[in-house]
């Protein structure tokens, strides 16, 4: 049998949050596949779907926290002084990263070749901002994912309703909390909200021998590691002072 655990539920559903995600984006972006330019709200709702599916993996394999996410994790950590899981977690969240950007290569693995263009192949894998401005790009970055914590500490909260609003369903209603936040604040950065979403596959855009590749450009990485680290910090803060 398999040993269930925190540190393998962290890591299997991140893998699964990554592939299902980086799935759709290289689904609308690279060339001759069915769902070529089907648009922003085909991504957004997949990356929602991918969320909820994620979590319910990370369940599975024994993470009740169902993080996925380090800016979640760091968060947690502010609010509950539970400090012991940040690295471990965020390790394994990273490396769920990178292997489900790995496997994401895999599936579309002739598609690559075919698409002429370097940037589209990198938006498959990390996000970019639509206008390159680096300091409104990273406040972008702190406000959605401070927003994205904030919200999905209320629907838990005791402060909400009896029990919390998420009472059973959580990953459904975090599910719906990406999509909002992605259609909302999502199109100027594309919505990383996720240091280990952006961090693992980026990585994998650099090590592996895709088709045609350009630059994996680490020049603007800080923005949506750091980005949301501080609005997931921000955002535990204020749930530890409201008592949430």
């Given amino acids: 049998m398999i040993a269930r655990g925190p540190l393998l539920g962290e890591f299997m559903g991140t893998f699964v949050l990554m592939l299902l995600g980086n799935g759709v984006v290289a689904g609308v972006l690279l060339k001759k596949t069915k769902a070529e330019n089907a648009g922003w709200m085909v991504i957004t709702t997949a990356w929602a779907f991918a969320v909820l599916s994620g979590i319910f993996v990370a369940q599975l394999f024994g993470s009740p926290d169902a993080h996925l996410n380090p800016a979640f994790t760091l968060a947690a950590a502010i609010k509950t002084h539970a400090w012991y899981t940040v690295l471990p977690y965020m390790a394994v969240q990273v490396a769920g990263a990178f292997l489900g950007a790995v496997a994401t290569w895999l599936f579309f693995y002739p598609h690559w070749a ?3 263009d370097p940037g589209a192949k990198l938006g498959v894998f990390a996000t970019g901002p639509a206008i390159r401005h680096y300091a409104s790009n990273f406040f972008c970055e702190v406000l959605a994912t401070f927003v994205l914590v904030l919200v999905a500490g209320g629907m838990s909260s005791k402060l909400v309703l009896t029990t919390g609003a998420a009472a ?77």
């Avoid at 959580?170 to 990383?192: E, F, K, M, Q, R």
């Fill in 168 to 244: 059973g369903l959580s990953p459904l209603l975090v599910g719906c909390l990406v999509w909002g936040v992605g259609l909302s604040l999502g199109a100027t950065t594309g919505y990383a909200i996720n240091p280990a979403r952006d961090l693992g596959p980026r990585l994998a855009h650099q090590l592996m021998p895709i088709a045609g590749k350009g630059t994996s450009d680490w020049a603007y990485a800080w923005v949506p590691i750091l980005g949301p680290l501080v609005g997931g910090a921000l955002a535990g803060y204020v749930l530890l002072r409201i008592g949430a």
């Fill in 114 to 116: 075919v698409t002429d």
